[in-house]
């Protein structure tokens, strides 16, 4: 490759990120290991399905499956380039329990599961409510980090040792404001 291919390639895929990221109202950030692990930790025990809303490139849902194999782990996410990073690093971590879907969580007609897990911008966080509200069983749990559902109240707001963060805990069926 050329210098010049070199930058148009850079250029294409710092474009379709922006382009995406503009559209989606949120832009892919990872997830570091000190934060996963917080998350991790509040995955109950009981767990069998868990999902991603937004999964990115991938750091969170791959330390799930590496972390808890007795999880069928589920990431979504719609951005082209950071789902086809998750891919490729999803293959070479070999997690028979995990599976990536590209696709945006408000239209794929699925059970999210026991549990969902989700960072993603404020803006969107009502429609991540109406989904969940929907297709979450009783009892099922929704971890948000950073973002309240608004509307929703959490019976947990754990405040991150990783950061400034705050892990939201809810639980469907007891997920409404009083």
């Known amino acids: 490759m050329t210098d010049l291919s070199v930058l148009v390639f850079v250029v294409m895929i710092s474009g379709l990120i922006a382009l995406y990221a503009i559209r ?23 767990t069998k399905t868990l999902t991603d809303f937004g999964s990115g490139w991938g750091d969170l849902v791959i330390d799930i499956a590496r972390n808890r194999p ?5 990431g979504i996410e719609l951005s082209p ?27 794929l007609d699925r059970d999210p599961g026991d549990v969902v897990v989700c960072f993603l911008d404020p803006r969107i966080m009502a429609d991540v409510g109406k989904v969940l509200e929907s297709r979450m069983a009783e009892g099922a749990i929704v971890i948000s980090r950073a973002f309240a559902i608004p509307g929703w109240q959490a019976f947990g707001e754990v405040p991150m040792k990783s950061g400034s963060d705050y892990l939201y805990l809810y639980r469907i069926g007891r997920h409404r404001a009083a």
């Not at 007795?70 to 589920?74: E, F, L, P």
């Not at 070999?94 to 590209?102: A, F």
Request: hydrophobic letters at 45%; glycine letters at 4%.
């Open 70 to 74: 007795d999880i069928a782990v589920t």
């Open 24 to 46: 989606l109202k949120a832009v892919p950030m990872p997830s570091f290991a000190k934060a996963r692990s917080e998350i991790i930790a509040y995955i109950p025990k009981d």
């Open 81 to 107: 380039v950071p789902y086809a990073i998750s891919r490729m690093r999803a293959v070479l971590a070999g997690k028979p329990n995990l599976t990536l879907m590209r696709g945006d969580f408000r239209t």
